[in-house]
């Protein structure tokens, strides 16, 4: 008998199916796992009550619950999935390290400055300094991207075959794609290109979209 | 027969010997899991050589190397220490999978915000903007600690027994110490206190301000 997963996903997606919400990195994670999952959608109003808090203390998602087990934050949720299951970390116990290092080099280090430029577009838009501070933002994300082209240099994948690494390196990416940021970086675009061509990555993708779909009709 | 780990840290501190950089984390959980170690100190400029590219193609530090294995990444080199050797994680799956999601919570959910904070006072400060954008970097922080806060109420740690997910917690908590930030949500610095007072922690700590003092009386 297998334990029910339930995740959790936003409501009203609000990048309109583009799927930038942080669940399409746990969809996907199952999705190349072979795990089927349920989805309870929350609204912006529900993450910010107690119910959904006692899962997630931040007030985001996704939530990941499967028996007894509630867990939060994207990549210790898809290392769950990755060390229960093969297919997204090396057997190797040094490649596995390795492996984990650019899921903590994807989240902590190339995430970040990625993230700042949005809020930045989000909360700062009408201020007068907008415009001024962009160059600031995206040398940042320039910098970090131009180390991570030059290690990936032509190998398919950061290292050795794909793994949770490049999964979550992949969605951060994925990003930048409107950004014209990648264009100096070429072999970028194509890793992303690599990834979302994965059969794995289609299903999660379609199952997001489905979402949005849905709720654009209702 | 322990194959020798080495680990790599600023030359010269950029804090001045107050601990806030990231080879801290790793020395605080080697010591945690009763494990010698060696310090090679690296400086500024070598840090973008390509020498320490190999090791950490984001040219930061620490790295970790031991036999073969060459690491980077704070986070992915505590939980590779936590995972072989007992006192970091618990013994259950579950609670081992919740001790890792505050690893992740910590380094990408907590600490950016405050990274942000530091960055704009380096780069920013004298820009015209700087004093009016603080209300804004200074908000997204405090809605963190009060969630964080709110989590943690009277318990001694995150989940259970003191965890790497604790370990990194606290390292990204004393960035705020000398902020104000923290007066909030008491039960932080207490937190902090509970932290900072492990004999692992306070030899992890000597350590690294003997490489300060080093540095400066040559």
């Known amino acids: 008998m297998t334990t029910t997963i339930t995740i ?3 409501e009203s997606s609000p990048d309109r199916g583009r799927g930038l919400a ?3 990195r746990v969809r ?3 999705e190349e796992t072979g795990q089927p999952y349920d989805v309870r959608l929350v609204s912006f109003e529900a993450m910010k009550k107690p119910a959904h808090l006692a899962l997630q203390p931040f007030g985001q998602i996704p939530t990941y619950e499967e028996g007894d087990l509630a867990l939060f934050e994207s990549g210790a949720i898809v290392l769950r999935i990755a060390e229960r299951r093969p297919g997204l970390l090396p057997a190797d116990a040094d490649a596995r390290s390795r492996a984990i ?4 080099a994807a989240l902590s280090t190339v995430e970040p400055p990625i993230v700042e430029r949005e809020m930045a577009t989000y909360v700062e838009r009408g201020k007068d300094w907008f415009e001024a501070r962009r160059p600031i933002l995206e040398e940042r994300i320039r910098t970090r991207l131009d180390q991570l082209s030059r290690r990936l240099g032509d190998a398919p994948w950061l290292d050795g075959d794909f793994s949770a690494g490049d999964l979550l390196m992949v969605t951060v990416l994925r990003r930048l794609e409107s950004s014209g940021l990648l264009d100096a970086t070429p072999n970028l ?3 992303i ?3 979302v061509a994965r ?3 289609k299903r999660a993708f379609a199952a997001q979209l489905a979402v949005f779909e849905a709720a654009r009709k209702a």
Chains 1, 2 share one sequence.
């Open 199 to 201: 059969p794995a990555y």
């Open 28 to 30: 996907w994670a199952l």
């Open 22 to 24: 942080r669940d399409m």
């Open 193 to 195: 290109a690599r990834g």
């Open 101 to 104: 290092a650019w899921m903590f």
């Open 8 to 10: 959790t996903a936003f």
């Open 189 to 191: 675009p194509a890793y």
